[in-house]
């Protein structure tokens, strides 16, 4: 028996059209941001979380998850932008696989420098094709669709730690019994 529960038509437009805009507006924004300030859409995500955090620190696993970033992604950016002076790696004393991420005051410039573009980008390809009813509608919106599927993130997110920490462990007794 067929459980499927397919889209109607209208489901299927709408589905389509909301895919086709998120998907725009995101090309959009990292065009803008590549151009206009010479980084990558998530090198940007990582400077503003850095730069919201108390003391402009943060734990990498903590930070990847804030970003919705792999672990090993968000290695490799902080390392070019450790290269660009925006960032500093610090290990972490208690736990010899942590490390920190500490916003420079040369990141801060980055991010200052880059923010009223961006800001400008999101404001006239998100919000002024829209009435304030519309904005109020999407925030709405959006704020369901997160409120959804936030606990299905964070089980697979507990998942995939739990599966790099069990292969890292792994790792470390290869390590020690060669």
Same mark, same amino acid.
């Given at each position: 028996?067929?459980?499927?529960?397919?889209?109607?038509?209208?489901?299927?437009?709408?589905?389509?059209?909301?895919?086709?805009?998120?998907?725009?507006?995101?090309?959009?924004?990292?065009?803008?941001?590549q151009?206009?300030?010479?980084?990558?859409?998530?090198?940007?995500?990582?400077l503003?979380?850095?730069?919201?955090?108390?003391?402009?620190?943060?734990?990498?696993?903590?930070?990847?998850?804030?970003?919705?970033?792999?672990?090993?992604?968000?290695?490799?950016?902080?390392?070019?932008?450790?290269?660009?002076?925006?960032?500093?790696?610090?290990?972490?004393?208690?736990?010899?696989?942590?490390?920190? %991420?500490?916003?420079?005051?040369?990141? *801060? +410039? $980055?991010?200052?420098?880059? =923010?009223?573009?961006?800001?400008? !980008?999101?404001? /006239?390809?998100?919000?002024?094709?829209?009435?304030?009813?519309?904005?109020?509608?999407?925030?709405?919106?959006?704020?369901?669709?997160?409120?959804?599927?936030?606990?299905?993130? %964070?089980?697979?997110?507990?998942?995939? *730690? +739990? $599966?790099?920490?069990?292969? =890292?462990?792994e790792?470390?007794? !290869?390590?020690? /019994?060669?």
């Amino acid at each position: 028996m067929d459980d499927t529960r397919w889209l109607t038509d209208e489901e299927q437009r709408v589905w389509r059209d909301f895919s086709a805009a998120v998907g725009m507006l995101r090309a959009h924004l990292e065009t803008q941001l590549q151009r206009d300030a010479g980084m990558p859409h998530a090198y940007y995500e990582v400077l503003v979380t850095l730069s919201e955090t108390p003391g402009q620190v943060m734990r990498m696993s903590d930070l990847a998850i804030a970003t919705r970033s792999s672990r090993s992604r968000l290695s490799h950016a902080i390392a070019r932008m450790e290269a660009q002076g925006w960032v500093r790696r610090e290990a972490c004393p208690t736990d010899k696989r942590g490390a920190f %991420a500490h916003l420079t005051q040369s990141g *801060l +410039a $980055a991010l200052e420098a880059a =923010a009223p573009g961006h800001v400008e !980008a999101v404001r /006239s390809s998100l919000f002024d094709p829209l009435t304030p009813d519309q904005v109020r509608s999407l925030g709405e919106i959006s704020a369901a669709i997160r409120d959804r599927l936030t606990p299905r993130c %964070a089980e697979a997110e507990a998942a995939r *730690l +739990a $599966a790099e920490a069990d292969e =890292a462990d792994e790792a470390d007794d !290869a390590a020690a /019994s060669a």
